[in-house]
């Protein structure tokens, strides 16, 4: 496997899409800075050479702690990699963190920010992190043995890595376009043909698996829906099965993650909407309401600038040239997982939901049904739901998530959302409810341009 070490010099030329398909490369980015602890900018500045370089969509991206860190340590490297976070989700969250480390390294910061996969920097036998420790149960890549290799007249070191199989595989190819909505029904299809011919119940449910499989099966995603067919993914992939990882809404022009989409369809799916709607439960957390965690973070995290949550709100949230983590795109796909999640529940294959949505006219009306199914159509509903989501404390693993999710935007000394003041937060969720309110009067007055999007952009794709 080929490595791609992106380092702070940044003096490494970007790959062709040719070289790296000619010679079979996978690239694997690490990012290696000074831990120096600033909030987000080492995050941000990872997606940036991360595009730069032109890494796909769900890129696993490393940082890196490359030297011998001790139990004192660790406080400063978790602050770190909460900065790492926020400065990803800050960007649209087209990436993925990962940790490069010794095995302790890993093992606490994973267990403390969710890292999708750590590498191990097991070479380094001296480190006291490597030990007496086990190595991190999410390993992709342990690296053992350095060695000298000679081409000529050149002579130069490479690693020798272990890579765990069914871990992160890297990147086969950059600068992968995004697909159109038609390509994306014709993935589903043949992955719920798939799912048909395994006969292991709804199948339904390991086509979501299938798209979870990277980004959403984490302890955090099992705890809340469950964990993926590992069973099913392998059998679907033995007979040709891929992914798609973006596609361009059809009626928008925007491009979407379909891996959080079909997660967002899955949560909702397992947990349907309470009866009450004003309440939230573990469905919401993994669409609308988890984005709402983040996005309360980010203005904890800015309150110095925008003391008021209401003008956050109106101003960030849902916004296409704004980089919160509560983005146009964000709300769209939540918006979409729910109401796929409701035609699958009521007996609709996802294939057919998926056609009804995106070839024919359902994403047209998508916020305006969102609000009916979801909240009632009701302001105050859409208010009392948010709050809800931010305060109650009544499950666990909401509770424990949400603290998670805030202090990874809004740092360790932020004021959690469930000990602000009311009349604060109470303003914030009425920002929130507003911003769905306006959406939708936004989408009423603009059927045409869609209906003209949706000739040009369902087969095509280009924006």
Not at 3 to 11: E, F, I, Q, V
Not at 252 to 281: F, Y
């Amino acid at each position: 496997m080929g490595l791609d070490h992106t380092y702070g010099d940044h003096h490494f030329p970007s790959p062709s899409p040719r070289t790296v398909r000619h010679f079979a490369y996978r690239s694997v980015p690490i990012q290696e800075q000074p831990v120096d602890f600033c909030h987000d900018v080492n995050g941000r500045l990872a997606h940036a050479q991360a595009v730069h370089f032109g890494f796909n969509r769900g890129t696993v991206i490393y940082f890196a702690v490359d030297h011998d860190a001790t139990v004192e340590d660790m406080p400063h490297i978790l602050e770190y990699f909460r900065g790492v976070t926020s400065g990803l989700g800050s960007k649209g969250k087209r990436y993925v963190h990962g940790v490069y480390g010794s095995r302790n390294v890993c093992a606490q910061v994973t267990q403390e920010s969710y890292a999708a996969y750590s590498f191990v920097s097991g070479m380094s036998w001296g480190f006291s992190g490597n030990l007496g420790f086990p190595l991190p149960a999410n390993r992709s890549f342990n690296q053992i043995k350095e060695y000298q290799v000679t081409n000529g007249g050149d002579t130069f070191m490479l690693d020798r890595d272990v890579h765990r199989p069914k871990s992160d595989q890297g990147q086969g190819d950059i600068n992968r376009p995004s697909s159109a909505a038609a390509e994306l029904i014709t993935n589903i299809d043949e992955l719920y043909s798939l799912a048909v011919s395994y006969g292991d119940g709804d199948p339904n449910r390991p086509v979501t698996d299938f798209y979870r499989q990277n980004d959403y099966a984490d302890t955090q995603w099992k705890t809340l829906i469950g964990d993926v067919d590992r069973a099913f993914i392998d059998y679907a992939e033995s007979r040709g099965a891929k992914l798609v990882s973006e596609f361009t809404d059809p009626f928008t022009g925007q491009v979407m993650g379909a891996e959080h989409l079909l997660a967002t369809v899955a949560g909702h799916t397992v947990w349907p909407p309470l009866s009450d709607r004003g309440k939230a439960n573990q469905g919401d957390v993994t669409g609308w309401g988890g984005d709402l965690m983040t996005f309360y973070g980010e203005w904890r995290r800015d309150s110095d600038s925008y003391a008021s949550g209401y003008a956050y709100c109106t101003e960030r949230l849902g916004k296409i040239n704004v980089e919160p983590t509560f983005a146009f795109r964000d709300l769209i796909e939540d918006a979409d997982g729910f109401l796929l999640s409701e035609r699958v529940r009521s007996g609709t294959p996802i294939t057919t939901a998926l056609r009804e949505h995106y070839q024919q006219t359902g994403g047209a009306t998508r916020f305006r049904d969102f609000r009916v199914k979801r909240f009632n159509t009701s302001q105050t509903t859409s208010e009392d739901a948010g709050h809800h989501m931010l305060t109650s404390t009544d499950v666990p693993i909401i509770n424990l998530g949400r603290i998670v999710l805030e202090q990874q935007r809004g740092g360790l000394n932020m004021v959690l959302s469930h000990l602000l003041p009311d009349d604060m937060l109470r303003e914030f969720c009425r920002g929130f409810a507003e911003t769905l309110t306006a959406h939708a009067g936004l989408e009423a007055g603009s059927q045409a341009k869609m209906r003209s999007n949706h000739a040009r952009l369902f087969t095509d794709g280009k924006a």
